[in-house]
């Protein structure tokens, strides 16, 4: 992996994944009935995270393509808002617009 790739993966800000993040978690400290799904939500988010920070792509698109619809979308919506449609069309396999 050249340089330039590993850069990508490591310092790419992911501003939009961590408000993703940020959000689910308030969700889940909000308490009700719905906590213990936004904490699974949110570990799934960590998870990708991980993989991301890893350089591994296809562990991140396989991951991401067994998620649960709602979560799946909005973490594939926020990865495009933070690496651009390219990349999620490339790398993940979603079409975003």
């Known amino acids: 992996m050249t340089n ?3 850069k990508f993966w ?3 800000p992911l501003n939009a ?3 993703l993040m940020d959000q689910t978690f ?3 400290q909000d308490g009700g ?3 213990d799904m936004y904490m699974e939500d949110l ?3 960590k998870k990708a995270v991980a993989l991301f920070r890893n350089s591994d792509c296809e562990g991140l698109a396989d991951f991401i ?4 619809t709602s979560p799946r979308e909005q973490l594939v919506m926020a990865f495009g808002q933070d690496c651009g449609k390219d990349f999620v ?5 979603w079409e975003i617009r």
């Open 4 to 6: 330039e790739a590993q």
């Open 33 to 35: 009935d719905l906590a």
């Open 43 to 45: 570990n799934d988010f």
């Open 26 to 28: 308030s969700w889940a």
């Open 89 to 93: 069309s490339q790398n993940l396999g």
């Open 10 to 12: 490591l310092h790419t």
């Open 17 to 19: 994944v961590k408000k």
């Open 65 to 68: 393509a067994r998620m649960d």
